[in-house]
């Protein structure tokens, strides 16, 4: 089975200019998850779509910061235009629903997306 | 709120050296407790989870347990290896509000 994916790998663009993530959860999970790190600091939570819906995007920094699910598969996360503290590591997860068997607190991870805003 | 908070790195050991690195939380309900793994160039990989206190979580050779009393969750390894060497990161989660440590770099050197 394929874990989460996340492209590209690593990102490096100016200030003011726009920046596309991209998650692909693992197949038949409902919940996607965007989380960022920092610097170096902890990991925080951005937002929690359950299928194409947004379920909690309270961690959303601002308005620069668009996420997106159509279909309720791959998730995109769009930084515009972007700012120098928006450098980090951009990690996405997923799991499965309840009701499909998965545990209330199993989150598959990505590999994350490395960004440098210069 | 909820929040988690682990010992500051770097932390640097000698293969076959014993391992504890500190997690401490705060939490309004009754989380559920987790170390995750980090290897280099690798995305954060699940290393173990402890549900309930009292509850143990173990997984190569890595040990934690889960204290309500002092709300920590350290973890343990009795003889390190080179392969060990990754990002360790405490986390929580709390009616699904996931919180993580600010991560410990752990370099093993032979």
């Known amino acids: 089975e394929a874990g989460v994916t996340q492209f590209p790998s690593h990102s490096v663009i100016e200030k003011g200019q726009t920046v596309t993530l991209r998650c692909d959860p693992i197949s038949g999970h409902d919940n996607l998850y965007w989380y960022r790190r920092v610097m170096g600091k902890e990991i925080k939570f951005l937002l929690h779509f359950v299928k194409e819906s947004k379920q909690d995007e309270s961690g959303m920094p601002n308005n620069r910061f668009l996420a997106e699910r159509t279909g309720g598969t791959y998730s995109t996360l769009k930084v515009q235009p972007a700012e120098l503290e928006d450098s980090g590591v951009y990690f996405c997860a997923s799991s499965q629903d309840l009701a499909f068997g998965g545990t209330p607190d199993t989150q598959y991870f990505g590999p994350g997306t490395r960004l440098t805003v210069l | ?110």
């Not at chain 2, 309900?29 to 509850?55: C, H, I, M, R």
């Not at chain 2, 060497?85 to 919180?99: K, N, Q």
Request: glycine share 10%; charged share 20%.
């Open chain 2, 1 to 110: 709120g909820n929040s988690v908070t682990q010992m500051e790195g770097p932390v640097t050991l000698s293969e076959e050296a014993f391992l504890t690195i500190n997690c401490t939380y705060t939490a309004t309900g009754y989380p559920s407790l987790f170390w995750y793994v980090q290897y280099p160039g690798e995305g954060l990989q699940l290393l173990l989870k402890a549900t309930k206190a009292d509850d143990k979580g173990s997984n190569k050779g890595f040990e934690a347990t889960y204290r309500k009393e002092t709300t920590s969750f350290h973890l343990e390894k009795g003889s390190v290896q080179v392969s060990d060497s990754a990002v360790y990161f405490c986390a929580l989660i709390d009616v699904g509000d996931m919180r993580f440590g600010a991560g410990t770099r752990l370099t093993v050197k032979p």
